[in-house]
């Protein structure tokens, strides 16, 4: 196993890390856009009620608990979850509407 | 000890809100939830058969919160093994939010280096009855830490990131003075801290698509691992984690399509190990300390089927390894394929069946892995 050899595999890992690298702007800058913005900022909160609870467990139904708790689990969901404030907002305003 | 003076101080501070509650009615909220499983399992180890039932686990979770901001959260974990009862704190913090992009919390927490921990083991959410190698007792992953930690996520014309930032005791290295046979293995429950070192990690995560389905994460973890005034003081670790999710309700498929993966790397610094030669003396040497896991993992929940039977099932495919280093007493390759039928009573409660097979060297024993285990788990969130 020569230099030249850790220097080969140098490259091809730099190469690989390029694309990577490339793509993964490249989804950025298409995933970016005002149109796209606004789509989201559209979002009602029953339609992010079913995109965004199941991403790690399956879906409580509004009617799973009251208002004070749900107001529990909106802070301890949001923290956890990563939720942006907005998207948290408009999910358990639905929630405490629909129970 | 703080084992069990947290708990009971977090016990104690609830009680007392609680008892004022009563009296007059306040902001504060608080809430009594957490989850359990119970199970039966039959294990093949290299053809010697044992089956048993095992009463499993408990682990009640107590939410406060006091303000629209300020939260305290703390989980306990009850198991009953091999004929006593352990206990365990498994995360216990308070958390502030600042503001709408950032939240500071600090304490002890489930830590965000990848999402398996932090989102994804409690019984009731995990698929498997089982975790993923690489994870858990013996694993290469850190789960939780004790420091302060900033997180949040906030969105970008339609894609969202969010990101944690946190300090930590960080991993201790075990450098076999006392157990031999695990010199150079990280540990990573640390309510002291074995240096003036504090650990910096993060993750960052990205969700390119509106609907959330797919999530890329990266996280990584430097700490000094050595303990002060010792020989290992300058010895550090790198410890970094990539994972990846995509969850969509795909119609022509008539159900949930749920994907994930998580890669887990550690890197501790060479440094010089003593094994006994069995003389009284002791023997020196080194290896590259380098350890890697991964997991990937499928499942499949016919959701929209117009059986209520159906709708219920669920089908679960995982592949896991975990690969620690050449040279150290505990080297180990290992592999493990792992499918389960699940049967979901509500969305907080599964029986699951679960096959699970394990190959490779290596390990407690030495030699041969050669593990066959048949698991009846019932999982249950209160």
Same mark, same amino acid.
């Given at each position: ?99 | ?76 974990? #009850?198991?009953?093994?091999?004929? =006593? +009862? ?7 913090? %308070?958390?502030? $939010?600042?503001? /709408? &992009? ?106 390119? #698509?509106?609907?959330?389905?797919? =999530? +890329? ?7 000094? %691992?050595?303990? $002060?005034?010792? /020989? &290992? ?150």
């Amino acid at each position: 196993m020569g230099i030249w050899y850790i220097i080969k595999k140098l490259k091809i890992m730099k190469t690989i890390l390029t694309v990577i690298a490339i793509g993964l702007i490249g989804i950025v800058a298409i995933s970016c856009s005002p149109e796209r913005a606004a789509l989201v900022e559209g979002k009602s909160g029953v339609q992010l009620w079913g995109e965004t609870c199941m991403r790690c467990h399956s879906t409580p139904s509004p009617a799973d608990f009251n208002d004070t708790d749900w107001s529990t689990i909106e802070m301890h969901m949001r923290v956890r979850a990563n939720l942006t404030a907005d998207e948290s907002k408009k999910i358990f305003d639905f929630i405490k509407s629909a129970n | 000890m703080k084992r069990i003076i947290l708990p009971l101080i977090a016990i104690f501070f609830v009680g007392i809100v609680y008892a004022q509650q009563e009296d007059k009615p306040s902001k504060t909220q608080f809430m009594i939830r957490g989850y359990g499983s119970a199970g039966f399992q039959s294990l093949n180890d290299e053809g010697e058969k044992e089956s048993s039932f095992n009463s499993g686990t408990f682990a009640p979770i107590i939410l406060f919160k006091f303000s629209d901001k300020f939260m305290f959260e703390t989980e306990l974990e #009850f198991a009953y093994e091999n004929g =006593e +009862l352990e206990t365990a704190l498994e995360y216990a913090n %308070v958390m502030y $939010s600042l503001n /709408d &992009y950032m939240t500071i919390r600090a304490g002890k927490f489930l830590l965000p280096f990848g999402t398996f921990m932090e989102r994804l083991h409690p019984s009731w959410i995990n698929k498997l009855s089982s975790v993923p190698l690489g994870f858990g007792h013996d694993g290469i992953v850190p789960s939780s830490g004790v420091g302060v930690e900033l997180r949040g996520a906030f969105d970008v014309y339609g894609s969202k990131f969010n990101y944690a930032l946190y300090s930590t005791n960080g991993p201790k290295l075990n450098d076999g003075s006392m157990e031999p046979d695990e010199a150079g293995i990280l540990h990573f429950d640390n309510y002291e801290d074995n240096n003036k070192n504090k650990s910096l990690g993060g993750r960052l995560g990205y969700l390119p #698509f509106t609907d959330s389905s797919v =999530e +890329l994460g990266f996280s990584f973890l430097n700490s000094k %691992v050595g303990n $002060s005034d010792s /020989d &290992y003081e300058n010895v550090g670790a790198k410890l970094i984690a990539y994972d990846f999710t995509f969850i969509k309700k795909i119609n022509p498929l008539g159900g949930i399509i749920d994907i994930r993966a998580q890669y887990n790397q550690s890197i501790v610094d060479d440094a010089n190990y003593y094994e006994p030669d069995g003389l009284g003396g002791s023997e020196e040497y080194t290896f590259n300390n380098k350890s890697d896991s991964f997991y990937a993992q499928l499942s499949y929940k016919p959701t929209t089927s117009s059986s209520n039977f159906i709708k219920n099932l669920e089908f679960v495919g995982r592949y896991s390894e975990l690969n620690t280093p050449e040279g150290a007493e505990w080297e180990t390759n290992q592999n493990q394929t792992a499918f389960g039928i699940n049967y979901w009573l509500s969305w907080r409660s599964a029986i699951k069946v679960n096959y699970q097979i394990t190959d490779g060297t290596g390990g407690h024993g030495g030699g041969l892995i050669d593990k066959k285990q048949f698991t009846i788990q019932w999982a249950f969130g209160i």
